[in-house]
Nanobody
Framework: QVQLVESGGGLVQAGGSLRLSCAAS????????MTWYRQPPGKQRELVAR???????TYADSVKGRFTISNDKLQNTVYLQMNALKPEDTAVYYC??????????????WGQGTQVIVSS
């Protein structure tokens, strides 16, 4: 399985920026895609941004033009650069990895989450 560790959350004023990191480990798996999700207080978890192993990206409409997902394959780390933050971006942000395990089965791994709070 793939283990994921997120970092970079915190408290920021509206209009500010944060960069989240998600470090992946688990050499027996091949990662197919990594995704950032978020769960605002009292709401369901939602997709924020995804990057495939080929480098193609997908964004939620609410973050297009403000957030950028990228990866460093050498470091096995995916980043989420968040600019022009709004109070509605306040949430716990989770990293997810879809992978193909050495057995051929599909792995679905989650990080522990990192809190982002945007004050108005």
């Amino acid at each position: 399985q793939v283990q994921l560790v997120e970092s970079g959350g915190g408290l920021v004023q509206a209009g500010g920026s944060l960069r989240l990191s998600c470090a992946a480990s688990g050499s027996s798996a091949s990662i197919n895609a990594m995704t950032w999700y978020r769960q605002p207080p009292g709401k369901q978890r939602e997709l924020v941004a995804r990057i495939s192993s080929a480098g193609s990206t997908t964004y939620a409409d609410s973050v297009k033009g403000r957030f950028t997902i990228s990866n460093d394959k050498l470091q096995n780390t995916v980043y989420l650069q968040m600019n022009a933050l709004k109070p509605e971006d306040t949430a716990v942000y989770y990293c997810n990895a879809l992978s193909t395990l050495s057995s051929g089965s599909i792995g679905n791994s989650w990080g522990q989450g990192t809190q982002v709070i945007v004050s108005s």
